[in-house]
Structure formats: structure tokens, C-alpha cells
């Protein structure tokens, strides 16, 4: 069974801050690792896919990494602001279709 | 294009009731997932329909139905409902021919007193 776990489960920073979010699973005989924004009461926005057979992916102000052999994923965010403020997930498929997520780390970037 | 679509948004029940909720996949996807969220928790799998037939199940009680129809739509019912089985109940909707990428419906929050 996959276990997948996100820490720090809570950060708040000022505006501006370079800040990374971790994500760790047990079984790394994954396909793809999916990071994912939720606002208070929403759906889940995905923000990166990274494949197994990459080692990162970026849009805009975010950047993800992927390393399988140490059962790890980091979301960076750089110069953050006030909108970034939600839960960030990430989820791991297990035997392709079985998804399995983390419970999130919430963010809360002050002004 | 139309992303995922979910109804209803909100629903209140009784203990002891059914409830179905129901889920529109992205264009182009034939795979759907539902998951169960409680409130400050990740997301939970419940099951994945895909060629209207259920493919893979969480560890969800039998309570816990679904159906796929011809046009990938789903459906999601729940029996003698519990107050545990309040949550925000999520749709995903993916296709295996492209990187089982998933993408999400706004969710449908359901109470039950």
C-alpha cells in the first residue's frame, strides 16, 4: 500500500518568500506524482505532473521536483504572495489507478 | 470545454437515507475516480469507473455504489447514510491515453444529521 505524507502540514510567511513543500511516499514504483492547489470548500486545481522518468517540472513561479529512488517530491514557490494562500496536495497513483494523497500542507502567505 | 462537472453542490440528508450524487468527466476522458474528503484531510479513493465497469476500489464499505454510463458520465450512491459519511465527495475525471493526469470537479459537500 502506498503511504504518501506532506510536510510541514501548516506554513505562514510574508510576501515575498522563496518556500519549498514536501512530499514523501513509500512505494516508489510510481507513474506520475501530481501537485494540486485547493482553496477553502473548493475542488482541486492540478498546478504540476511530473512523469517518472523526469526529474522536474515548472510553470511560472512554481517548480517541482521528482526524485523516485528516495521516495520524495519538493514544490518550490518563489516570491510568493498573498493569492498563493490554500492547501497544497500532492497525490501518487499506485498500481496506475489507485490514488493516493497526502494531507496537505496549508499555506498562508501574509501581506 | 467544459471542465468537470459535479451536482448538486450542496446536499443535507437524514441518517439512514440515500443520497446520489452525480459527476461529468472532462471532454475527451473515459475514466472517473471518487474520492471522500473530510474536513483538514487529503482526499481518500473510493473507486475508479472506467468502460462502465468499476477497475479499482479503496477501502469503502459496500454502502458505497457507483455507475458509469456510455457517455462517462458517473454516479456515486451511498446507503444508510452515517454522520461519518459527511465530507466533500470530489469527482476526477482522467484517460488512460494521457498520463492518467487528473482533473477535478468542484466537489459536492454533503451533511448528514
Known amino acids: 500500500k502506498q503511504e504518501v505524507t506532506q510536510i510541514p502540514a501548516a506554513l505562514s510567511v510574508p510576501e515575498g518568500e522563496n518556500l519549498v513543500l514536501n512530499c514523501s511516499f513509500t512505494?516508489?514504483?510510481?507513474?506520475?506524482l501530481q501537485w494540486f492547489r485547493q482553496d477553502p470548500g473548493k475542488g482541486l486545481t492540478s498546478l504540476l505532473l511530473i512523469q517518472s522518468s523526469q526529474r522536474e517540472q515548472t510553470s511560472g513561479r512554481l517548480n517541482a521536483s521528482l526524485d523516485k529512488s528516495s521516495g520524495r517530491s519538493t514544490l518550490y514557490i518563489a516570491a510568493s504572495q498573498p493569492g498563493d494562500s490554500a492547501t497544497y496536495l500532492c497525490a501518487v497513483p499506485y498500481n496506475f489507478n489507485k490514488f493516493y494523497f497526502g494531507s496537505g500542507t496549508k499555506l498562508n502567505v501574509k501581506p | 470545454d467544459a471542465g468537470v462537472t459535479q451536482s448538486p453542490t450542496h446536499l443535507i440528508k437524514t441518517r439512514g437515507q440515500q443520497v446520489t450524487l452525480r459527476c461529468s468527466p472532462k471532454?475527451?476522458?473515459?475514466?472517473v475516480s471518487w474520492y471522500q474528503q473530510a474536513l483538514g484531510q487529503g482526499p481518500q479513493f473510493i473507486f475508479q469507473?472506467?468502460?462502465?465497469?468499476?477497475?479499482q476500489r479503496g477501502n469503502f464499505p459496500d454502502r458505497f455504489s457507483g455507475h458509469q454510463f456510455p457517455n462517462y458520465s458517473s454516479e456515486l450512491n451511498v446507503n444508510a447514510l452515517l454522520l461519518g459519511d459527511s465530507a466533500l465527495y470530489l469527482c476526477a475525471s482522467s484517460s488512460d491515453r494521457a498520463s492518467y493526469e487528473q482533473y477535478f470537479g468542484p466537489g459536492t459537500r454533503l451533511t448528514v444529521t
Open positions: 471532454s475527451g476522458h473515459d475514466t
Open positions: 512505494d516508489s514504483a510510481i507513474y506520475n
Open positions: 469507473y472506467y468502460e462502465e465497469e468499476e477497475r
